[in-house]
Nanobody, 128 residues
Framework: QVQLVESGGGLVQAGGSLRLSCQAS????????MGWFRQAPGKERDFVAT????????SYTDSVKGRLTISRDNAKNAVYLQMSNLAPEDTALYYC?????????????????????WGQGTQVTVSS
């Protein structure tokens, strides 16, 4: 199973930017769809963004479209989430996830149950 470690979180003012990184180890993620999710205190883990194995397809939850961008570098075995124009409602623990089931490489996945490997999360706090 692949191991995932997130980094890049922190405290930022509203309107600011952060870049989250997810470094994979143990196995190559080049064949895996990848996703970012977030969980605020007392709430469920919610979908944020997903990318297929080649990076040719992405999908976002509506509230982050135009502000967050998911990307991947398969040579570095890593996935990224560029976050801009952040708002207090973006405050959450952000998780990286991998789906190891082969699907031909063209699909993206938006549900927690679609993923079988998770990192420990990185905290993003946006002050108003």
């Amino acid at each position: 199973q692949v191991q995932l470690v997130e980094s890049g979180g922190g405290l930022v003012q509203a309107g600011g930017s952060l870049r989250l990184s997810c470094q994979a180890s143990g196995r190559s993620i080049s064949d895996y769809p990848m996703g970012w999710f977030r969980q605020a205190p007392g709430k469920e883990r919610d979908f944020v963004a997903t990318i297929n194995r080649s990076g040719s397809r992405t999908s976002y939850t509506d509230s982050v479209k135009g502000r967050l961008t998911i990307s991947r570098d398969n040579a570095k075995n890593a996935v990224y989430l560029q976050m801009s124009n952040l708002a207090p409602e973006d405050t959450a623990l952000y998780y990286c996830a991998a789906r190891s089931e082969w699907d031909g490489g063209i699909y993206v996945y938006r549900n927690v149950v679609d993923y079988d490997s998770w990192g420990q999360g990185t905290q993003v706090t946006v002050s108003s």
